[in-house]
């Protein structure tokens, strides 16, 4: 080992026992979790980049949706600077795999929260809904069934009926109904796919 | 609507009692074909035949149906639950669903790997099943098959609404039949196994829900309870260890749990085995310490389970112990109750069934019951007419009729019984055509005839008449019914000889019956014989109908019941002394002989009397000898009973003289 990786193993070991303390992963699952990291990022850099997570979320969750696929790199990219770095990688994994209701509504809410002023509004539903509807083909206005299920499904979140949905709109509305957690679009892994990761990526792999 | 029916032979007699089911022409409500009930089901003609717009909400939902059909797995999570919050127990919403094409895609994404889906239609079809062309559709489309596949998942919300939407499809024979065989079953079963320490934990408590798995218990529970409506699902549940799961969440305190659990053991309870095995688990002290909640569903399913398991002795014994009697009479003194039907079904059933035991009587006594039955054996009386249809009043009425009859063994219900004018009421249930009702009534009247005061009132409000013409009714067990209970009444009333007489073609009627095929009957109609042989007028009358040798025909029987009352018959008619020899003729006597191997006291005692009156024909005596009575004679000689000793002892004497004349006889001629 050269002497920055032994360095870069000490800082990682202090980083883990910080990072232990914050999320709901254990010493060993934060271990392999960056050892992970260490793999996706081809080396021993400290900043993942857009494309290798979006490969990241593709290869190991089955995701495709693109502007979803952004906004989760946006959620873990916390201090914005266009990398992922390991903090940032665990910190985001905790939600992503093993956050609590709550955290997973808030976790939602950001994603789907486009421009980030704090509401959904019908445009940006209409962006992440735009492909939702096979086309007929021979509709004029191709968008019209999507936008009328987008009415509907305002009208169904918007609580406080202010045309538009505020995290806590978003927050009773699929406490009330927890299918409505992922509304716009897949932006968590399934149960199968979180599955297969944590027996593949996170469980010890001794017996 | 409850299954069982008993009678009782109330007449005092030494053999045991005979619990016997009445047979009856309607099947049992555990197989009662529901697939009938449908009035035509709304459809798009019936909704807009009202000349009316059809709602804005029956559009919006069709335009959800075509959502799901063109959408992606987002656009589907989305419609299903916006589908979800129309009133999808309406039937605008069913008819949109159907007319829009919705039922197909729904069963398609039951067929999916993704687990939202799966839920999202499973909430919705366990409301719209309810539609009756909902319903067959999802199961031609092989919905419940798939249903029953998705138990296996390991994602317990998944399961969850599976076990609910399966409830609701097997309340329909066809439904349960296809769980079934696609050995759903064990899987249903499975739902319910749960921690002890999860069952203590949950509270009885309205707001706060249950925990995941206790809620995927109970949607267990409540499939269950539609699956048991089947005999063969009910052996099924025991054989893949559902009984022990339903003892351990009895013992709960949530009463939206408890409702399904107590709910299926009562159905099942319909099973001896199933009420041996409550016995056993004690848990007849849960369904007592149930009834005092105040949920009355709750109770009334645990009224219910009582009723059922009552059959056993030892249930009986245990309900009383439990202080389940004082609950029970509170409960029908309760006269807010008293519009419940179903539950004063229950409770009466219950009541019926614990009077089984004279221990029970004793404090139902106590707890003044019978004015009590009497008061609503009055007010569910009323309004003969729509008796033959009203099957839940029928159940009622049967119910507490069932149970003054067996009150009325003790004396002193018997008098407050007479003294509240009960009998006119059960008297005039005559007229109704149920067989489990008529079949109380008799038991009832023959219970009061015991006493001599009765007969009188019974005779004035034409009773003893009513009840004779009951042997003219089709069903087996009525006749066996009134037949054991014109026994009391013959032997009871003042000048029976005329009254008995005074029943045209009565005695022809009684004796046509000694053809019956039924063993109860042909008990009950001897020993009715054997009472009324006793007149001697009416002795000659039956003799001219050709009862001796119908009375012989039946002598080859190997049942000690019917044993003992033909003796008893036999012995009777052979006061008229021509008799003696018909019966010999017709040979009657060799198979009385063989009476006496049997272990019964009774066919002893009657037996016994029998061979006496007959051996005073000196033919009777030698086929008697023939048939090697003598050393049973001897051995009845010993006997504790003096009536036996003293009949067979008579017999005896009797062979013996007439073989001393012989000896005589030829002695003197071999002398000449």
Redesign the interface.
């Known amino acids: 080992m050269t002497e920055v990786s032994i360095m870069i193993r000490k800082q990682e070991k202090k980083m883990t026992e910080i990072l232990v303390k914050k999320t709901h992963f254990s010493m060993g699952e934060i271990e392999r979790l960056l050892h992970l990291y260490r793999e996706k990022n081809g080396g021993e850099t400290d900043k993942m980049d857009r494309t290798l997570f979006r490969e990241f979320l593709h290869d190991c969750f089955d995701m495709t949706d693109d502007i979803l696929m952004d906004r989760i790199f946006k959620y873990f990219d916390s201090v914005n600077d266009g990398c992922i770095n390991r903090e940032e990688w665990i910190m985001g994994l905790n939600v992503f795999l093993k956050g609590t209701e709550d955290e997973q509504i808030d976790y939602c809410f950001t994603i789907y929260d486009l421009n980030g002023d704090g509401y959904i509004s019908k445009e940006e539903m209409l962006t992440m809904?735009k492909?939702?509807?096979?086309r007929?083909g021979l509709e004029e206005d191709g968008d019209e069934?999507v936008k009328?299920?987008i009415e509907?499904?305002l009208k169904?979140l918007d609580l406080d009926k202010d045309g538009k949905v505020s995290f806590s709109d978003f927050e009773s509305t699929v406490k009330a109904?927890n299918?409505?957690l992922?509304?716009?679009?897949?932006c968590l892994p399934?149960?199968?796919t979180g599955e297969i990761f944590i027996q593949n990526y996170m469980d010890s792999q001794e017996g | 609507l409850i299954i069982m029916n008993s009678v009782v032979s109330p007449v005092s007699y030494s053999g045991s009692p005979q619990q016997q089911e009445v047979k009856e022409d309607i099947v049992s409500s555990s197989e009662e074909e529901e697939e009938e009930e449908e009035d035509a089901a709304a459809d798009m003609k019936t909704l807009t035949s009202g000349g009316g717009d059809l709602p804005q909400e029956f559009w919006q939902v069709q335009k959800l149906v075509r959502y799901l059909k063109v959408g992606n797995q987002t656009a589907t999570i989305i419609a299903l639950c916006n589908l979800a919050d129309f009133d999808l127990k309406a039937q605008y919403c069913q008819v949109a669903i159907i007319d829009a094409g919705g039922l197909e895609v729904m069963a398609n994404l039951l067929e999916t790997d993704d687990v939202k889906c799966k839920i999202g239609s499973l909430k919705i079809l366990k409301d719209i099943v309810e539609h009756p062309d909902i319903r067959k559709s999802i199961t031609k489309m092989g919905g419940i098959e798939l249903m029953v596949q998705i138990l296996s998942d390991s994602n317990k919300k998944l399961k969850l609404h599976a076990a609910e939407s399966l409830a609701k499809l097997a309340k329909y024979k066809k439904g349960r039949r296809i769980v079934r065989k696609n050995n759903g079953i064990p899987k249903v079963v499975d739902l319910l196994d749960v921690d002890n320490t999860k069952v203590e934990n949950c509270i009885d408590n309205n707001e706060v829900d249950l925990s995941l798995d206790m809620q995927v218990a109970r949607g267990g529970a409540y499939a269950l309870w539609s699956l048991c409506k089947s005999k063969k699902n009910r052996m099924l549940i025991k054989k893949a260890g559902g009984f022990p799961l339903l003892a351990k969440l009895i013992k709960s305190k949530n009463i939206s749990l408890l409702i399904p659990v107590i709910g299926t053991l009562q159905e099942c309870a319909a099973e001896k085995s199933y009420c041996m095995a409550i016995q056993a688990e004690g848990m007849v002290q849960d369904f007592v310490s149930n009834m005092l909640n105040d949920n009355i569903e709750l109770r009334r399913h645990c009224a219910s389970a009582i009723f059922k398991c009552a059959q056993e002795e030892e249930t009986r014994a245990l309900v009383k112990s439990n202080g389940g009697l004082e609950p029970l009479v509170e409960l029908i003194k309760d006269h807010s109750n008293h519009d419940n039907k179903e539950l004063m079904a229950a409770v009466t059933g219950a009541l019926w069934k614990l009077s089984m035991s004279d221990d029970n009587v004793k404090t139902f006594q106590e707890l003044e019951l019978v004015p009590v039955l009497i008061n609503l054996l009055k007010e569910n009386a009323e309004g003969l007419d729509d008796l033959q249809f009203n099957l839940g009043k029928i159940q009622i009425l049967t119910n507490i009729v069932g149970a003054i009859a067996e009150s009325a063994k003790a004396p002193q219900n018997r008098e407050t019984i007479r003294e509240t004018g009960g009998l006119k009421p059960v008297i005039k249930l005559i007229a109704s055509t149920s067989p489990g009702l008529l079949v109380n009534v008799a038991a009832c009247i023959g219970q009061m005839a015991e006493d001599v005061e009765t007969i009188e009132q019974i005779r004035n409000l034409d009773g003893v008449r009513l009840l004779w013409s009951l042997l003219k009714n089709p069903n087996e067990s009525v006749q066996a019914a009134a037949a054991w209970s014109l026994s009391p009444c013959i032997r009871n009333a003042e000048n029976s000889g005329d009254m008995v007489r005074s029943f045209v073609g009565g005695l022809e009627l009684v004796c046509g019956l000694l053809e019956s095929k039924d063993q109860q009957v042909l008990a009950a109609i001897s020993f009715a014989i054997a009472n009324i042989a006793k007149d001697k007028e009416n002795l000659a009358v039956i003799t001219d109908h050709g009862v001796i040798h119908k009375l012989a025909r039946l002598a080859v029987t190997q049942d000690d019941l019917l044993r003992s009352k033909l003796a008893e018959a036999i012995s009777n008619c052979c006061e008229l002394e021509t008799n003696r020899a018909l019966f010999g003729k017709a040979g009657a006597v060799a198979p009385l002989v063989s009476y006496l191997t049997s272990v019964d006291l009774e066919v002893h005692r009657t037996t016994a009397a029998a061979l006496h009156q007959l051996s005073k024909d000196p033919w009777n005596c030698v086929t008697m000898h023939q048939s090697g009575v003598v050393p049973h004679l001897l051995r009845l000689i010993g006997s504790e009973d003096e009536a036996v000793q003293e009949a067979a002892a008579d017999c005896l004497q009797n062979i013996r003289k007439l073989a001393l004349a012989c000896e005589k006889f030829r002695y003197q001629h071999n002398k000449a």
């Open positions: 809904l492909t939702c509807l096979v007929q069934g009328d299920l509907m499904t169904k109904e299918l409505m992922e509304a716009f679009g897949p399934t149960n199968r």
